[in-house]
């Protein structure tokens, strides 16, 4: 059985905006489930470019300005 590899949107390093409030799923530690990770507009920068395998969907790592580096997929963040 054969996987299509779907191509990432975004690359590594490329500056990224949140298209919506990130909020904790309760995957991100040492911070409160449904607290705000990232607002609206928030501008940040891919760090590392994954694939989530079930679904072969990307996954990004984005560093934001307050230091967090949350997992998003690409409906939740756009190109700047």
Known sequence: MSIDLRLARYQW???VVARIDLV???SYPDC???ALLAA?????QVVQVGTVVD???PIY???FPNGRV????EEEIGAL
Do not use: K
Request: proline letters at 4%; glycine letters at 24%; a negative charge.
């Open 24 to 26: 904790n799923d309760g």
């Open 61 to 63: 790592l984005v560093e």
């Open 55 to 57: 679904g072969n969907i």
């Open 40 to 44: 609206t507009g928030t501008e940040g």
């Open 32 to 34: 409160a489930v449904d």
């Open 70 to 73: 949350v997992g998003c997929r």
């Open 13 to 15: 390093g490329q500056p």
